[in-house]
């Protein structure tokens, strides 16, 4: 399993935290969203998904990285 702490703007409430989060259990990676660090902490298989992806499904849901 790789891990990465991914900076992410936009995010402002518990909602927003569990947006994220649902996003990338869908992609079958696990997040914990740090709302006072504007941060989440993502554990995910390299080998299975690319941070392109991450990334993307988490722009598409409306935050920036
Ligand atoms: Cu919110």
């Known amino acids: 399993m790789d891990n990465v702490v991914l900076k992410v703007g936009g995010m402002s409430c518990g909602l927003c935290a569990m947006s994220i989060e649902r996003a990338l259990l869908e992609l079958g990676a696990k997040g914990e969203v740090d709302l006072s660090e504007k ?4 554990t995910y298989d390299g ?10 499904a988490l722009e598409d849901i409306g935050y920036e990285l």
């Open 39 to 42: 941060t989440v902490a993502i």
């Open 47 to 56: 080998s299975a998904i690319a941070m392109d992806q991450i990334k993307k």
